[in-house]
């Protein structure tokens, strides 16, 4: 997102990465097309995956890690460069920034898109942790405990995670930290617009059903929404069939996961309204899947710190947008602003309920109403790409 918009701002960039042929899983080609042909790319080996996988080590960033060592301690020998950006959530590679910062003398950022170290699960019975769940949460932190206290900056997508941060690591507080959350690139609308790409195909191919979409990661704290919303749907038995919902892309791992959303919707007797498929799809297809959609559906979280980056396609998508959010959260107020849809807000979960249930028509009259969308400057990835260089530039200084 950021790449293209660096050198407008002061910047430029050269990008470590991994060879395509080390990763599990699908990948988009398209977005090759979205890096400016001026940006040099160092590729990096990895372990394979089929290997690494029988000790237990399956993530991208463990697999890459020594490769990334050696690879930019090569790069920061023969060329001088200002800053180190960690932008990803193969977090493990971050805890390298401590060691050129100390040998190269070379600040690093760590740029927090998810919880480095998540504690979730820490309170819950071992049958409900994820398979290798404590190696995997120790190495998570060991290497944040070694990455945050040595940066000379944060970015988050929450303010949230900034809290966390200060609690375990109290010197943090005199960290620079600044919420930039991703922007929404008009250049990969242009892409989807030429490649004349297909999207996620609905199913039902009748033009009177109305086809809900929502792409993305669902975990258990969307449930008690996602229970809300159909709750109040089906006060309206008699139009429910007349709309699909489709769950794309709901499971971060490449593994065969839970689909928590249709074991929810057969709990509820509407598993024939409900298809959700818990593999991710491209990026690009992603998109056209949003634009291609009668309404898009965004149920939100319990937890008021969650900033739904994807709010801003949806946004530059032009179709209708339904979400359900945190009164406290920034999503529900760029939603409001840009006029694309009706987001209804709730403080906890005993008017969560209620609030749905009192503006559920608004939902069954949102493909039909007319509104004019209005694209604020702030979730447009030249913007969000000009605070990163604002914040570089006030890190490099302290």
Known sequence: MSIPFYRDFGWDAEVVTVKPKYIDGFRDQLQEKTIPENIKVHYVDALPFWLSRKFGLGSLSIRAFVFYFFKVNQILKKEKFDLVYFSTTMFHVGALGAYWKNRFRIPYIIDLQDPWRNDFYLDKPRAERPPKFWFAYQLLKWTEAIGIPN????????????????????????????VIPFGASKLDFEIVKNENLMGFQFYNGKKSIINVVYVGAITPSFIPILRSFFKALLEYSDIVSNYHFYFIGTSYSTAKTEPLVSQLAVSMGISNIVTEQTERIPYFEALTTLTNADIIFIPGSLDFDYNASKVYNAILSKTPIFCIFHNESEVKKIIEKSNSGVVIGFNDLEDLEQNIKTQINEFLQLHITKRQTNIPREILAEFRTEEQCLFFNQSLMT
């Open 151 to 178: 940066c000379s900056g944060v970015i988050s997508v929450s303010e949230g995670y900034f809290k966390q941060l200060h609690e375990r690591y109290p010197t943090s507080k005199s960290t620079p930290m600044k």
